[in-house]
């Protein structure tokens, strides 16, 4: 998981990834079939750890709650002390050709599925009057979603934590009263 964080899909070379795991490359090939199942295996196990804050956020009791948790726990994932700086799932896969369209579509299906389940807890938190009758949960979730993705990009470029939290705070001003 920690190469294809640092290094994406397509700077991940095999023997960086055997050399990761201390196994040799057909027992990678034996456990994990091919590299893009592996990296699958590794964005399975990204969801479930560094970027488990944001099933942790959607079970907050109201939506502003979740959408300060999701910012947080992105700010912290993406700036985590002894890990890659930024988010597997949004510069993992950006910038690559022919080969690694599977691992791009992918982590385009990722983002999706979280956009998606943001816009379901803001669809709750209309209906049960948390969140404005007006208010547009998919606009909502994507907007978080933006400013998340914004905040792994900055990050993997240097951007320091506190100023990164400082991005997050600002975005919540915005945030639509209850």
């Known amino acids: 998981m920690r190469v294809f964080w640092g290094q994406g899909y397509e700077g991940a070379s095999l023997t960086d990834l055997t050399h990761a795991m201390g196994i040799t490359r057909t027992s990678m090939y034996a456990a994990f079939g091919n590299k893009e199942d592996l990296f699958r295996k590794a964005l399975e196990r990204y969801t479930e750890g560094p970027a488990s804050y944001g099933a942790r956020a959607l079970q907050d009791p109201t939506a502003r709650q979740v959408a300060a948790a999701f910012l947080d726990g992105s700010v912290r994932a993406t700036t985590r002390p002894g890990c890659p700086t930024g988010c597997l799932g949004v510069q993992g896969a950006l910038a690559t050709g022919d080969p690694g369209s599977d691992a791009r579509d992918a982590l385009t299906a990722w983002r999706n599925e979280h956009?998606?389940?943001?816009?379901?807890?803001?669809?709750?938190?209309?209906?049960?009057?948390?969140?404005?009758?007006?208010?547009?949960?998919?606009?909502?979730?994507?907007?978080?979603?933006?400013?998340?993705?914004?905040?792994?990009?900055?990050?993997?470029?240097?951007?320091?934590?506190?100023?990164?939290?400082?991005?997050?705070?600002?975005?919540?001003?915005?945030?639509?009263?209850?």
Not at 135 to 164: C, F, H, K, S
């Open 115 to 178: 956009t998606s389940l943001l816009r379901d807890r803001f669809r709750q938190a209309v209906d049960e009057g948390d969140l404005p009758s007006d208010a547009d949960p998919e606009l909502l979730a994507r907007y978080l979603m933006t400013v998340a993705n914004g905040i792994a990009v900055q990050a993997a470029g240097g951007t320091a934590r506190d100023d990164l939290q400082q991005v997050a705070d600002m975005a919540l001003r915005s945030w639509p009263p209850a």
